[in-house]
């Protein structure tokens, strides 16, 4: 069976990058430099890791199924975002980089931005409550990553690599660089996998638009609804894409593993940054695309989670010679490309959630790697757990988390703005999370815009209320 082999050389391939980076891993690295990578990464790496750490399974996986059961309003859905991330870089990204380098002078180190960003507060409990309620939101990204990826192999191979199969090779993978090197490695697969990815994307793209020639394509997806950016189902409003424009604008912020790389960075590097992502990230959300509306013209596709392996096997299976060779050969670099950043994700999701349990947590000066590295086993084996049985449509996952995050980001974000009253923090801290769980259980409406960005909203009510508040208890 070719889509077994093939799955088979491409998991070989994610060990042989595993084993490079561990061979070009330097033998010595501080705790600072296991979870933050700062000091060893060039603009490259921190470019790469920053793609690939948001273009993950996510993006490769969940939005051809968007795109799929909803048409090219998928592209909006991310699109947007993507392209409105540079200001956020340029005008965030570069205030918290400069925090970094301003404490660094002060002697002052931090493994998280979570830390970096409630410094400013001086409240141990506010550290506390936000950091274990970030924690609580990652989970779900994790559970996406594994399951993103057990869906692949489940439907690129026909099952005969099974989906509690593909999430055991997946978390063994994690562990062995979760053992073995931190965030360095992270950066240095991201690298080599990014390439993979880009390379793969173009090279399969272009044979799905050999394969659409002559099979009424157009018209196919225009009979489907799928040409209408609402969508067959009216799923794209304006105010659902309006929403998802200004959440993956911000995601780069509420993302801990994103945003460390942010710390990581300098302003000429984010300049860089600025101007590649949106070019990369358009190139990789325009493939996500291709993929789900071929498979929604010429592939039955059991359910939307399955589209990119239902496609690379259909397409596998009605080529022969040069054509076969080339699918071949672009459908392995797609595989590792986007199982290596599923297992950086995973990775820096984990060396997240670990930095900010110890030091917001915990509170311990000095820690041992040793002892971080069982506890993200710990972590990463509570995640596999929880994956084995996902949600059937993992984009889900990624709305739950988000809506959480945003809930959250006032509160960090308002010390870049010179506010460092704990009262003030506390109040946007309570807004975000009390408009969180009410939309978790009462479903409040808002005009048609999606529950993150009420979040996003109350926290920013709940700076402005602790401000008024505190000006009447001083006057």
Known sequence: MIELTIAIISILLVIGISLWVKIKLPKKITNYEFFTAIGRLSPNLIFFSLFATTFSAFTVVGLPALYYAHGVGAFFFLGLGVMLTPIILMTYGVKISKLRQDQEKNNKTFLSPIGLLL???????????????????????????????????????????????????????????????????????????????????????????????????LAKISEAGLTSIPGPNGYFTVPLLISYAILFAFIVLATPQVSVRIMAANKKTLKMISLWYPIAGVFTILFAGLIGLYAAANVAVSTPDFVVGDVIQSVLSNSTGFLLGLIIIASILVIVGVVAASISTIDSVLLSVTAIFEENVLKREKIKVSLSRILMISVLVISVILSISPPKFIVSLATIQIAGLMGLLPCLLAP????????????????????????????????????????????????????????????
């Open 119 to 217: 410094d400013g507060y001086n409240s141990k409990s506010l550290s506390k409550i936000l950091s274990l309620t970030t924690i609580l939101f990652l989970f779900p990204y994790l559970i996406l990553q594994l399951a993103g990826i057990g869906k692949l192999f489940v439907s690129y191979t026909d099952g005969a690599i099974s989906y509690i199969t593909g999430l055991i090779i997946l978390a063994a993978l994690v562990g062995f660089y979760l053992w073995k090197g931190g965030s360095i490695v992270d950066a240095k697969t991201d690298q080599i996998q990014g390439i993979f990815t880009l390379v793969g994307v173009g090279v399969f793209g272009a044979v799905l638009l050999f394969f659409m020639k002559g099979t009424n394509f």
């Open 416 to 475: 870049l703005h010179g506010i460092k009253s704990k009262t003030v923090g506390w109040f946007a801290l309570s807004f975000g999370l009390i408009s969180v769980i009410l939309n978790l259980f009462l479903k409040i409406p808002l005009f048609g815009f999606e529950p993150a960005i009420m979040n996003l909203l109350a926290g920013i009510v709940g700076i402005f209320v602790g401000l008024i508040f505190e000006k009447i208890m001083r006057n």
